[in-house]
């Protein structure tokens, strides 16, 4: 790192994650916040987006939309923050004021929502310059670590809000969540938080399912051939099904096993990315009393979450298996793309 330079992880062509010097980036709205990374995160997203399944993302951009950060510097806008603070930064950056922002959907904000490392450039280098700082940082806490806390980037209010708040988690119900990842898992944390009766986990994945047992799952099935998983879950909920079923995957074949598993008068929340189309079995489901919800996250509860983590009610430390510094990202990517292998969760790139 020079006065001028900075490196940073370039999106640099399909399957090409790459460590380069960058400029340093300085202030160009007086709403702007300029930020020194502290923690980074790699998110699924990133890998799609590396596989060239995200349109809106060129080549040249700097990834990562995740991570706390101390303030470097603010424009004379910013009202909420100031250098030296320790703060998360959201994965949804948020003007706060247009019509979307004010019906709590900043992640379709005009001037805002899923930028970083997007459309514009990302986390996953030194510095970082933060659109609407107001609106898209939060003031770290000091009840929980900085490695939990890089979860309320996007881990956890994803999982929050698109799974358990969209499928309308209740006291007493069953909830089933397909895919096992940072996503799933945080789903079945936060889900707690309304005292199901039933979580129940699916994953190809053993070793997943052991550890999603041993963070609270009440059930786990390691999905794969042989393994009928609609008999499965039918025979933990008396033939019923699911009353939410989560999908945490994003793709055709588990979306329609929710369909399968989803009771009646049930509710499929969808957290997963989906880059293709999905059939909808309207000829089974029409007469079910059913709901499917969509959603991108939109970080309205993050206040929330953030109180949750610093008092110890959501305990969400050991979804970090492997750490690493930012100068080994490379590397990191590699573990990470091949998460099961590694039998990687969670990987925290440190600064
Ligand atoms: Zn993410
Ligand atoms: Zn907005």
């Not at 698109?162 to 799933?184: D, N, Q, R, T």
């Not at 999603?212 to 499965?232: F, L």
């Not at 610093?310 to 298996?321: A, E, M, N, P, R």
Request: proline share 4%; with cysteine; hydrophobic share 40%.
């Amino acid at each position: 790192m020079s006065d001028t330079t900075m490196k940073a992880l370039v999106f640099a062509g399909k399957g090409q994650p790459m460590l380069q010097d960058r400029p340093k980036p300085t202030i160009i709205e007086s709403t702007d916040a300029i930020v020194r990374m502290v923690k980074t995160t790699i998110c699924g997203s990133d890998l799609h987006i590396l596989k060239g399944h995200v349109s809106t993302c060129d080549t040249g951009r700097i990834l990562g939309h995740e991570g706390v950060a101390v303030v470097q510097s603010v424009g004379d806008g910013v009202t909420r923050f100031k250098p030296g603070d320790n703060v998360i930064v959201s994965s949804v950056t948020s003007c706060s004021s247009c019509d979307h922002c004010r019906k709590e959907m900043p992640s379709l904000c005009v001037d805002g929502g899923w930028t970083l490392g997007n459309t514009i450039d990302g986390t996953q280098a030194e510095f970082v310059r933060i659109p609407h700082a107001d609106g898209s940082l939060h003031l770290m806490v000091e009840g929980a670590t900085a490695e939990e806390q890089v979860m309320i980037s996007d881990a956890l209010p994803t999982a929050f809000e698109c799974g358990v708040l969209s499928g309308k988690v209740a006291p007493g119900c069953s909830v089933a969540i397909i895919g096992c990842g940072p996503v799933g898992l945080s789903a079945m944390v936060t889900a707690q938080l309304y005292s199901p009766s039933q979580v129940i986990m699916v994953s190809r994945n053993s070793n997943r399912i052991a550890l999603a047992k041993s963070m609270g799952a009440t059930h786990g099935i390691v999905s794969g051939e042989g393994v009928d998983v609609v008999a499965a879950v039918k025979e933990l909920t008396n033939g019923k099904g699911a009353d939410t079923v989560i999908e945490a995957v994003g793709v055709p074949a588990t979306f329609e096993l929710c369909q399968e598993l989803v009771a009646p008068g049930g509710t499929i929340a969808n957290m997963g990315v989906h880059g293709c189309k999905v059939d909808l079995h309207l000829e089974i489901l029409w007469d079910k009393n059913i709901t499917i919800t969509t959603r991108l996250v939109d970080t309205t509860t993050v206040p929330m979450l953030i109180k949750l983590l610093g008092s110890g009610q959501i305990k969400i430390g050991d979804l970090v298996t492997h750490r690493y510094n930012f100068a080994e990202i490379e590397e990191a990517y590699t573990t990470f793309g091949a998460a099961a292998e590694h039998k990687a969760m969670k990987v925290v790139l440190n600064f």
